[in-house]
């Protein structure tokens, strides 16, 4: 089972930038890929990036293009997610995901979450 623990979070003014860290263990050579999901306060988590494990096909959501820059080290098992121009509607609890089987696929390991809180 993979562990995965996120980092960087934190408390930005809206135009500013976060970048956000997963470190992941044990298993991640069954990974097809990773992803970054959030959650806001009485909305549905959303998948907001994903890439894929073996090779960097990546995947962002419309609300995040062209803003967010997810990437990996695999040496280091960890994937990370630059947040720039970031604005209040980012503001979430973000988790670091893993899938077996592909980007927009399910996952089935979870890291515990971090806030991400952008003001206006």
């Known amino acids: 089972q993979v562990q995965l623990v996120e980092s960087g979070g934190g408390l930005v003014q809206a135009g500013g930038s976060l970048r956000l860290s997963c470190a992941a263990s044990g298993g991640t050579w069954r990974l097809a890929a990773m992803g970054w999901f959030r959650q806001a306060p009485g909305k549905e988590r959303e998948l907001v990036s994903a890439i894929s494990w073996i090779g960097s096909t990546t995947y962002y959501g419309d609300s995040v293009k062209g803003r967010f820059i997810i990437s990996k080290d695999n040496a280091k098992n960890s994937m990370y997610l630059q947040m720039d121009s970031l604005k209040p509607e980012d503001t979430a609890i973000y988790y670091c995901?893993?899938?077996?089987?592909?980007?927009?696929?399910?996952?089935?390991?979870w890291g515990q979450g971090t806030q991400v809180t952008v003001s206006s």
């Open positions: 995901a893993a899938s077996r089987l592909g980007m927009r696929r399910a996952y089935d390991a």
